[in-house]
């Protein structure tokens, strides 16, 4: 798993044995959406979500019932456990001992003074807490103050929250400042990366159903990512939540901060199109779904950028009337026909890599 | 339709009656994937674009009998028309004949001395012309020179181009510089910006099925578009080109350029979710795919982030246990059953509209 890029220079937190900040890889994370309570269901889509590359998992803790089952919940995982907890300090306290390696507190719901014997618990246990900000629940005073979950205000509720506990001697810590509205989410991020360097994890709240909340998460982190700002990112999408971490990873394979999986070039199909482009890369796409290895993949469908971009490409074809050539590395390597492809682009993928292990 | 934001200084070009550059909004554009000639299929897509919001479309001329068609299919549509035309610059001739908007040429596959015919037919008839170039068809002397389509090679190879044309006397230029890797498609463009005042078609090319093309388009030209750049864009999408739309709109609403359609805003669900919000949301969507005018619809499943989301937008939900508060304009307005609450929405929706529409 690759890591490039310029970033953002942060203190290094370990969330168990997950690094975040200070040059480790952005991490990807999500949260469950099944009663926490119901140890089955929430630790089945923990490990659904570990399959395809989930590396921390957030789970609400509502009530006691939630709070008593998270040492159950973690001992049959493999992922770090966040404890998403809102109202009642009481619940961070249980949480705590349950031994999540994280918690997240919202400054907007839990009294000052409550926070005190939190943060002195996570201290002796070594949990790690989120500072998490969110547009929809900021502290009253401020946005009294401010008029509304602006930027500013956003910023400020997260620091002085921040500046609290590390006043209290307590380092690791992460903060996000989430909003609906991306532009705000953008200015609140820059102005966090401006005045502390505690890890921020990014998100666009609120983001709604798949394709609206990829592409406010796109917009909104790929603009903070490419300027190095993000340690950590959370895709917010109405639904099961394994929607998110492929959109995840998407984001970060895009800037080139992960390259993870396969990356599909495939045209839009014109006029041009002599092949069934569309067909062929959805189900390459369908074959590949638990494929890790970083590989770029051309699906082309006529002679005008056809070619370039399957020479380009770790392996590609470059279709002409029912047929197409294939590929790798550059050089060609075989003349299919259109019912040949699949199972050669496959069989070829799996060899690369093969090959690349080996290498290692 | 609003337009907000600091936008680069650029000339001003018309595509038809649709302006591009010097401050006009940025115009949405697809390209069919119908074989041009049949003019039936051809024109039934670019109407099913037309009604869901594109306002340039780009039809493939691949021969004599794609361009043959053109003035045909002009005269039943509504949209300005680009011809795209690779290799064949008789083709190009023809399509300016045949008084398309348009014409996108590509440096890569044409011959210099050959475009200087297509330009003087072009200036006589006032015909756009796009110096589209694309990493995969990159001219071969700089591709050499470059080892590679690198952004300073695509940004040479558009540049060269566009100041044949400009000596020549044509000035309603755009351009292009579309790679499958954004963060070289980001660099192109900015360099591009820096050099010229044409306005910039952005585009991600080859960028895949629905998801990844949307992750991939939204990264790139969100960087860009935020940065005041591009004055009109293309999401390419291996498929039916209908998908195209909304994912544009939602780049451009995401980041305050385009207010057009509604915005809904839904939470992720967690154990805290209390009404079925996706099902909700997915439904809401789906009965307001042709809806125009820009509402913020927040729906929210708990008390946590639900009551301060429903109240910063336009009108929203926030759920309780099976049943929610409306609030409208940050009012509560009424207290709905789960069972209610798509259709009581739908109608507030229509009436807000309704009611601002009156206003104007």
């Known amino acids: 798993m690759d890591e490039v890029g310029c970033r953002r220079k942060t203190r290094r937190i370990h969330l168990g044995s997950v690094p975040i900040g200070d040059g480790a890889p952005v991490v990807v994370q999500s949260m469950t959406n099944t009663e926490t309570r119901d140890v089955e269901k929430t630790v089945n889509q923990i490990r ?5 590359g989930c590396e921390v998992v957030r789970v609400a803790v509502k009530d006691k019932e939630a709070a008593h089952v998270l040492s159950r919940i973690r001992e049959k995982i493999s992922l770090p456990l966040v404890a998403d907890i809102h109202f009642d300090y009481r619940l961070a306290l249980m949480a705590i001992e349950q031994g999540v390696e994280g918690i997240r507190i919202n400054p907007g719901n839990m009294s000052g003074s409550r926070i005190r014997e939190v943060v002195r618990a996570a201290q002796e246990r070594g949990t790690v807490i989120r500072v998490g900000v969110n547009a ?3 502290e009253k005073s401020i946005w009294v103050r401010y008029g ?3 930027a500013r205000a956003l910023v400020e509720s997260a620091l002085s929250h921040v500046k609290r506990i590390e006043d209290m001697g307590w380092t690791q810590l992460k903060i996000s ?9 953008i200015e609140a991020y820059r102005m966090l990366a401006d005045a502390t360097d505690c890890p921020l994890h990014l998100g666009v709240t609120e983001a709604g159903t798949l394709l609206n909340a990829t592409v406010k998460s796109a917009v909104g982190m790929g603009i903070l990512l490419h300027e190095g700002i993000g ?3 959370r895709v917010s999408i109405t639904g099961d939540p394994t929607q998110e971490i492929p959109v995840a990873f998407g984001i970060l394979r895009t800037l080139g901060l992960r390259l993870v999986g396969p ?3 495939a045209c839009p199909t014109c006029g041009r199109c002599e092949i069934d ?3 062929l890369a959805r189900k390459v796409e369908k074959r590949l779904l638990d494929f890790k290895t970083h590989l770029k993949i051309a699906i082309m469908g006529c002679v005008v950028n056809g070619p370039g971009e399957a020479k380009e490409a770790d392996i590609g074809i470059a279709g002409g009337k029912g047929r197409g050539l294939l590929f790798k590395r550059g050089k060609v390597i075989g003349k299919l026909k259109e019912e040949e492809m699949l199972e050669r682009l496959i069989r070829e993928v799996y060899a690369m890599e093969k090959e690349r292990e080996e290498k290692k």
């Open 48 to 52: 659904r979500l570990a399959r395809i």
């Open 136 to 138: 929809g629940s900021l």
């Open 148 to 150: 509304g979950p602006c």
């Open 177 to 185: 400042v989430k909003s609906s509205h991306v532009p705000t989410m």
């Open 231 to 233: 340690d950590t990112i």
């Open 263 to 265: 990356e599909i070039v």
């Open 277 to 279: 482009v569309a067909g």
